[in-house]
């Protein structure tokens, strides 16, 4: 009783077709692997992407002249 037979399976596939019909099935596993497929693509095309995307400059230190921006030091409370 504890795993399934392939009797068990069989039964459960017949239902399961009887159910749904092999039409909508069928729409049903290609739309499945369809999915599948565009989230590996994207997958793929965001870690390229990703790494295309890294910011090249770095943040200095140094005084901005422009009168519209401010300075702010952050202190921790004591």
């Given at each position: 009783?504890g795993t399934?037979?392939?009797w ?7 239902i399961?077709?009887?159910?749904f019909?092999t039409?909508?099935l ?10 599948v497929?565009g ?14 995307a890294?910011p ?13 921006t401010v300075d702010v ?6």
């Open positions: 009783m399934f037979s392939i068990h399976w069989l039964i459960v596939l017949v399961v077709v009887l159910v019909g039409k909508k069928k729409n049903i596993g290609s739309d499945l692997g369809g999915a497929k989230f590996k693509d994207g997958m793929k095309d965001g870690s390229a992407s990703a790494d295309a890294a090249t400059q770095q943040v200095t230190a140094e005084k901005s002249t422009d009168a519209n030091e952050a202190k921790t409370k004591s």
